[in-house]
């Protein structure tokens, strides 16, 4: 709206021109140089140097150019002429405003400052803040005040598409886009002007942001699937944004009921999960899943552990197995080593525990269900897991409980009797013992003494059998040193018992003699024996030597003496009642009252 013009300053001349009026009147307006002051001079002419009027100062300091523009014009009667200034000009002429004939001369001219108040901006504002939308409209909205009263256009563009709105004066505006005219996108630092038609404008930046968000967000599920059945599962659920609005929410119901990402469910029954995702633009999406949770069998194992299976031995795998679900098909199963699944038993749960019996047999170091052989040949020394548990039908499986057990291919034989340490003897010990085989393998018994075999021979199961040791072995023993005499059944695949006996042989008399006599083709006439021996006083030592050796009753001559001084001995015998003569030589030592030991290093000797 236009504002009216406020005279705010002027000046009558009171000259009459009468018939001298001249052919021209005009004013001349100029700034004083230096200083915000107009002055005018009054002209009639069209010369500068043909003035009818002095120059006279017309307007005083205080000009508001900000707000106003000013009009200088002469009237003169009804005739006038105005030029209008929006700014203090420069220092200088400015102005001319000339009236042209034909001029009235009555009365005198009058000289007129005026102003108008100058069109004004609006002022404009935005309310809108950040908005995320998938339908409906998007709006912008705000205020605007034209101090003038103008009809006011307001205006904005949107991805290419322009909208306006006009408001008389004051007031509040909206601009309008339907948001499937949008793309999908986001929106920001939209300039809104606002234009009053009389030159005047204004502008307002949106620096919100509008996203434009029309996909659905996408949910994600996993640990479970559709239609499948479970013992125990946990489903994980999460949601995505890719529309750029963000993700606002993302929940779900189990079966109707809050459910919670990562929650296990292990309680038997039907399921359906509802994932529901929702974004700030107020897309939604929503994802189901139906599944079965199946309770798991339970079970209860009483086979022994840590068994120790010898050939022929029985296996029995026990126990009883329950399953929750009525109607559930149970199956016991087992394995041995990892080996091939075996069934025990199966049947319909029902509430009633499911009680199972499986016996096995090692034997040939394998373990046989029958006539089948269950696992191929056990090491010895070594653990064997037995593994046992329970399926149904629905995929469900107790835990697996587990047995070991070791198995003894071969048991060495037994034989009667312990260990035992006989202490100090005079005489050669005699044991009576039998021995016996867990296998029925046959077996092979040896005898010794001190390491050295007395007798061998084939073991009869259960025979009494009495070890000794014979004169030869006896009079070689060590005096008042440990000996062993030891028994040794040896089965046929090798296992070996043994039965020791320790003791301390203990002598006061030694007597040994050739262990082969000498053959000779007649009688022998003399001898000469020496001996290699240390013989303490109190001893006696008794020497004899025959030449009837092979005889029943050989005939004995003593010739101690002759081999105490080394002397040769005649025989005295000139009779045999064997087929052969033969000479032959024993040695019989008594310790009597010596304190100290008698030791034969050797003898020696020669006869003819």
């Not at 523009?69 to 005739?79: D, G, H, K, N």
């Not at 052989?373 to 037995?386: F, K, M």
């Not at 003897?425 to 393998?441: F, G, L, M």
């Not at 101690?560 to 064997?578: C, P, Q, S």
Request: hydrophobic fraction near 35%.
């Amino acid at each position: 709206m236009t504002a009216a013009w406020e005279v705010v300053w002027q000046q009558v001349s009171s000259h009459k021109y009468g018939d001298s009026y001249p052919d021209f009147l005009r004013v001349r307006f100029y700034k004083e140089t230096g200083e915000d002051i107009l002055a005018y001079t009054l002209y009639a002419s069209n010369s500068d140097s043909n003035y009818l009027l002095s120059s006279q100062f017309w307007v005083r300091p205080g000009y508001d150019f900000t707000n106003y523009r000013y009009a200088f014009y002469i009237v003169e009667r009804e005739a006038q002429t105005k030029r209008i200034l929006e700014s203090m000009p420069p220092d200088g002429n400015f102005l001319y405003t000339t009236l042209t004939p034909p001029i009235p001369t009555e009365p005198g001219a009058t000289i007129v400052v005026a102003r108008q108040r100058k069109n004004q901006n609006p002022v404009l504002s935005i309310s809108t803040g950040n908005m995320a939308l998938s339908a409906g409209n998007c709006i912008l909205s705000g205020t605007v005040n034209d101090p003038d009263g103008d009809t006011v256009t307001i205006s904005a563009t949107i991805a290419g598409i322009p909208k306006q709105t006009t408001v008389a004066g004051s007031g509040r505006w909206t601009l309008t886009w339907p948001v499937s005219d949008l793309p999908q996108a986001q929106y920001s630092n939209i300039t809104v002007t606002a234009n009053d038609g009389q030159g005047g404008t204004a502008t307002a930046t949106y620096t919100g942001i509008i996203t434009i968000d029309k996909t659905n967000p996408s949910i994600a599920i996993s640990g479970v699937s559709q239609g499948q059945t479970y013992t125990s599962v946990t489903p994980v659920f999460s949601a995505t944004d890719t529309g750029g609005a963000g993700l606002q929410s993302c929940t779900a119901t189990l079966n109707g009921n809050a459910f919670t990402s990562g929650t296990t469910i292990t309680t038997a029954g039907n399921y359906t999960l509802v994932v529901t995702a929702k974004d700030n633009a107020g897309n939604v999406s929503t994802q189901t899943v139906s599944f079965f949770v199946n309770s798991n069998p339970t079970m209860t194992v009483t086979t022994a552990d840590n068994q120790s299976l010898t050939d022929g031995k029985s296996f029995s795998i026990t126990g009883n197995a329950t399953d929750a679900n009525s109607g559930d098909v149970l199956t016991v199963k087992y394995k041995i080593d990892n080996g091939t699944v075996r069934n025990i038993a199966s049947g319909v749960a029902s509430g009633t525990p499911l009680s199972f019996t499986k016996n096995l047999t090692f034997s040939n170091k394998r373990l046989r269900d029958g006539a089948t052989e269950v696992t191929g040949d056990l090491a010895e020394n070594v653990d064997h897991i037995l593994n046992v548990w329970a399926e149904d039908d629905k995929a469900g499986k107790s835990t697996e409980v587990t047995c070991k057990f070791r198995v003894i291919h071969n048991r060495p034989p037994i034989i009667s009797g312990t260990n035992e340490d006989l202490g100090t003897i005079q005489a050669p010990p005699s044991k009576t013992y039998t021995v016996s085989d867990a296998e029925n393998d046959t077996f092979t018994v040896t005898e010794k003494i001190d390491g050295k075999v007395i007798r061998s021979f084939a073991g009869v199961a259960g025979q009494e059998n009495t070890i000794t040791i014979p004169h030869d072995f006896w009079i070689r023993l060590q005096p008042g040193i440990q000996h062993k005499l030891v028994i040794e059944a040896t089965d046929s695949k090798g296992m070996t018992a043994a039965r020791t006996y320790t003791f301390v042989r203990q002598e006061t008399k030694l007597e040994f003699k050739l262990k082969k006599p000498f053959v000779t083709d007649i009688a022998a006439k003399r001898i000469l024996v020496t001996i290699d021996a240390v013989v303490p006083n109190g001893t006696t030592m008794k020497i004899e030597a025959c030449n009837n050796a092979f005889d029943a009753s050989p005939t004995w001559e003593d010739i101690t003496n002759h081999v105490r001084f080394n002397r040769g001995f005649l025989f005295t015998n000139t009779e045999k009642t064997a087929e052969q003569w033969g000479v032959d030589i024993r040695f019989m030592f008594e310790k009597g009252t010596a304190n100290s030991q008698v030791i034969v290093n050797g003898f020696g000797g020669a006869f003819d």
